[in-house]
């Protein structure tokens, strides 16, 4: 072999291939033509290599030439052209041999990577050219060189420095043998001051247990689902007509086993859909179950986007429980946090030595709560990025719907800011346009092309629209938390009974607004954390009226208008408040009968409110509710009607509130219609740790007119307690 004529190529580019830094490794690395058009040159950098031979198609091997002791190899084929099929035989230092494909002898594996990005970038198991292996492709437009580093390659960038494709700023590599399980990150060197970074895959689809943080190969298509009839009629169980009562979990803490480990996926799935299921709950929202390195941020710190944490099992894990949940008529929320992310090394910030994800004007770009980076909703990329994910969770993985994190920090540019630390948008507001319009493309795009699943906003401000569709200018959310309610109703909740009757407005508030936007009624985590009590604890009185209290104001969420939603513990009265590293006490339930009473009551009034449409049929319409009497703050009662407007004679429920811890006898109120009324449910019931003051005899309504109704009940009203009464058909 001609090897006289070795290097073809000049010092510094072999220089720069040794070093890592050159930017086109393709254009210098596998096979090119000889400038003479006398044959082939092949060049290979494999560090660590004592030998390397070609091996070609006929059969016959030739030996390379090492052209620098770092171990870039050259061999001149003369006569060859292109294209030209070999293998690399590699032999170590200790006398071992492999062979492998040349990953710079094939050509690009995908064109435009923007259909899709979670089909085309990140790590995809392929078949290329006959040839199995893995496509690896990232976004970083301003990087210098990117290479992949892995177990496969020693961790060394000079092995597979990547191609890069400058229409899209992206970079990519088809690495043969690579398969599942394999460990990868992305080195890259950047522009900025010769900064070198190692970035875990942003649409990595797995990730290594927290504190390790490398990406891990892995196929999401190979999981073979089971829950085409839940999918066929999703539209039917999650319409605006549907019921809908979430119980909302953190899956760390749910419950831990034997040894105070974490559960699976797996063991969530045996545990969990069944006691929800036990309590009539239609829906689980988990809450951030997106990669994320710090346990404490409850996974509201995300890293990474397109995986579901490995803290509970893999990706097939997570399907399997989406899957069973489905199979079992459980619908599946997932928390969703566009809103920022992270400053971890790792992560997406300051990505490839530029603000790429991020804005790079602090007033802009970082969250002064929570240090955290925001998204540049104003780049075309980063909105794709978001878009996609959401489309990612609810494509691969089956979900139901999103409830979208903190989305009034998104809305304001001067959220949590003080004048001069904001950038006013372009007609000097404070309103974030990007943001604004990155939500409204969000929502469309979902709801386009996959009718039936739902997007919850938690927004918690009196924005206007938020659940407006977008075509008539509002956000396209289908629900939006009502704090309003939350916080009101909490306030006069936890005020001593005695001085409800001066707060009565503060209560009844809700019903001003409470047609305005669709609602979901939340009582979540955020409420009974970080010092602020359990939601039994922030109840006056003593330790019985704290549970009557508990009651009514559950009995009082079920009956408002508004979808419901109950953070675990909430539903046995835990004393203590949430805390992520403990799981739920459930062994209060074998303390008496005031946290099996409270546990009873709310699968009563779960099994209440999806059997009974005048309580959610009509959720978001002034016809589907009536006062009865919201006036009588001397005594701390409301009483009103829910109903279907067309059938109220026969579809309709009659809720009476007591929110002292008095019985009022012969309490009198009005009622539209004639006929006979019995108790449905009595938040006093003894089976629920009440005094057992209910009715239990069939009520007469009387013909005098009362509370500008034609009819009148005479009705027990029990201590602290709701009573829900129907008409007899």
């Known amino acids: 072999m001609p090897s006289e004529k070795l290097p073809t190529i000049p010092a510094g580019t072999i220089d720069a291939i040794v070093n890592a830094s050159h930017g086109d490794p393709f254009g210098v690395l596998g096979p090119h033509e000889l400038d003479d058009e006398s044959g082939v040159v092949v060049r290979a950098m494999l560090p660590d290599t004592a030998v390397v031979a070609v091996k070609l198609n006929d059969g016959t091997t030739h030996d390379m030439t090492r052209i620098h002791p770092e171990g870039l190899m ?33 050509p690009p594996s995908f ?66 043998a690579v398969g599942k399980g394999a460990l990868y990150k992305f080195e890259i060197k950047t522009n900025y001051h010769e900064y070198m970074v190692t970035k875990s895959d942003p649409l990595g689809f797995f990730s290594e247990m927290r504190p390790k943080t490398a990406s891990i190969v892995w196929d999401i298509n190979s999981y073979a689902w089971q829950d085409d009839d839940w999918l066929s009629k999703r539209t039917q169980y999650q319409g605006h007509d549907a019921p809908i009562s979430i119980y909302e979990i953190h899956p760390g803490s749910w419950k831990r086993n034997e040894n105070w480990e974490w559960l699976t996926y797996k063991e969530l799935g045996e545990q969990l859909i069944p006691y929800v299921k036990k309590m009539g709950y239609t829906h689980i929202e988990l809450m951030s179950v997106s990669e994320h390195p710090f346990d404490g941020s409850w996974g509201y710190q995300v890293t990474g986007y397109y995986a579901p944490t490995s803290r509970f099992g893999t990706p097939d894990d997570f399907m399997a429980f989406v899957d069973a949940c489905h199979q079992n008529g459980i619908g599946v929320l997932l928390d969703w946090v566009p809103a920022h992310f992270p400053k971890d090394q790792h992560g997406l910030s300051f990505f490839d030595g530029t603000h790429l994800y ?83 493309e ?159 009551l709310v699968r009563d009034l779960n099994n209440l409110y999806t059997s009974t449409p005048a309580l959610y049929a009509t959720d978001d319409i002034w016809d589907g509710f009536s006062w009865i009497d919201f006036r009588d703050a001397l005594h701390s009662v409301i009483a009103f009607s ?15 509130c007591n929110f002292t811890p008095e019985v009022r006898e012969g309490y009198r109120i009005g009622v539209p219609f004639a006929g006979k009324y019995t108790e449905m449910l009595n938040t006093d019931a003894e089976k629920y740790g009440g005094s057992n003051v209910v009715n239990t005899a069939v009520l007469e309504a009387a013909e005098l007119p009362w509370q500008d109704l034609p009819f009148s009940l005479q009705v027990t009203l029990p201590p602290l307690g709701v009573v829900f009464l129907q008409r007899v058909k």
Not at 151 to 158: A, K, L, P
């Open 74 to 106: 050259e061999l001149i084929l003369p006569e060859a052209t292109l294209p030209l099929e070999y293998e690399l035989v590699l032999t170590d230092g200790d006398g071992a041999q492999w062979t492998e494909h040349d990953p710079y002898n094939f």
């Open 358 to 440: 991020e804005h790079a004007d602090p007033r802009q770009g970082e969250h002064p709560d929570w240090g955290t980076y925001i998204f540049n909703y104003g780049r075309d990329e980063v909105r794709k990025f978001l878009v996609d994910n959401a489309l990612f969770w609810i494509d691969k993985y089956h979900i139901d719907g999103l409830r979208v994190d903190a989305v009034a920090s998104m809305l304001y540019l001067d959220f949590s800011r003080e004048a001069g630390q904001w950038v006013p948008n372009r007609y000097g507001g404070r309103e974030n346009l990007e943001a604004i319009a990155f939500l409204r």
């Open 111 to 176: 064109v435009n990577p923007l259909p899709k990005l979670y089909e085309n970038m990140g790590a995809h198991i392929i078949t290329h050219q006959g040839v199995q292996g893995v496509r690896f492709a990232v976004w970083a437009p301003g990087a210098e060189r990117v290479s992949v580093v892995g177990n496969f390659n020693d961790w060394d960038g000079r092995r597979h420095p990547m191609r890069k494709h400058h229409d899209f700023g992206t970079w990519e590599i088809f690495i043969p």
């Open 642 to 656: 829910r109903q279907i407007p067309e059938q109220a004679e026969t579809e309709q429920v009659v809720v009476i």
């Open 442 to 600: 969000m929502n469309s795009v979902v709801h386009e092309r996959f009718p039936g699943v739902i997007t919850v906003a938690e927004e918690s401000t009196a924005w206007g629209g938020v659940t407006r569709p977008t075509a008539e200018g509002g956000l396209g959310f289908d629900y939006k938390w009502n704090m309003g309610w939350m916080n009101d109703t909490l306030r006069y909740m936890s005020t001593e009974s005695i001085f409800r009757s001066y707060h009565q407005g503060t209560l009844t508030f809700s019903l001003l607004y409470a047609f305005s936007e669709k609602f979901i009624l939340p009582f979540s985590h955020d409420e009974v954390v970080h010092l602020k009590k359990s939601l039994v604890d922030k109840m006056p009185g003593d330790s019985w009226q704290k549970f009557a209290n508990l009651r009514a104001l559950l009995g009082y969420q079920y009956a408002h208008p508004g979808r419901k939603l109950n953070f675990m513990g909430n539903e046995i009265g835990q004393w203590q408040e949430w805390q992520e590293e403990q799981a739920v006490h459930w062994h209060l339930l074998e303390d008496g009968n005031l946290h099996l009473g409270a546990q009873t």
